[in-house]
Structure formats: structure tokens, C-alpha cells
């Protein structure tokens, strides 16, 4: 994939964006987090994180990847598990 990402950054596009959304503070799910910022470093991706308090509601979460889903700049996201209790993963 590195090898993708520096052609298509040399043709003079812009290389690809993984976006991770984190709501609470889980300590494992912050180092898988790391490890993911750290493959797309390798490989010459950019890596955004949104992290989210607990207290965030499905809505809130939703609508944060409803504007994820329209952002060009955007090529994929990861909604890191596991959630809290008043948040359906099945809703993303």
C-alpha cells in the first residue's frame, strides 16, 4: 500500500485519510487507536481521531458520521468498539 499511496501522492493527489471515532476513554481502544495512527504513518496515510466523551449520545455520534461521510477529505472510519451501554453499534 505504501507503494499505492506515494504514486498517487506523486500524480499530485492527496493520500487517503482514516478517521477513528473514540467515544469514553477505554485504555485498550486508545492503543488500538495508536497502533492504526501508526500503520497509516507507515504507509504514508493521514490519520484523524475525533475522541468523544462518554456522555455522547447516538444522535451526537450520528450526525458526527453523517459529516464524516460528506467530507472528501475523508476516505474512511473506523468507529472504535466497544461503545457505551446507551449507544446501539448496530445503529452505525
Known sequence: MARE????????HRPPQLT?????????SR???KGK???CAR???DAAEH?????TSEKELLDLIGR?????????ILVQLPL?????????
Open 5 to 12: 499511496i506515494a504514486a498517487l501522492v506523486a500524480k499530485g
Open 20 to 28: 477513528v471515532v473514540l467515544v469514553g476513554d477505554d485504555p485498550a
Open 31 to 33: 492503543s488500538y487507536i
Open 37 to 39: 495512527q501508526r500503520a
Open 43 to 45: 504507509i504514508g496515510a
Open 51 to 55: 475522541l468523544l466523551p462518554a456522555s
Open 68 to 76: 464524516l461521510n460528506r467530507d472528501d477529505a475523508v476516505d474512511g
Open 84 to 92: 457505551p451501554k446507551h449507544i446501539s453499534p448496530e445503529a452505525m
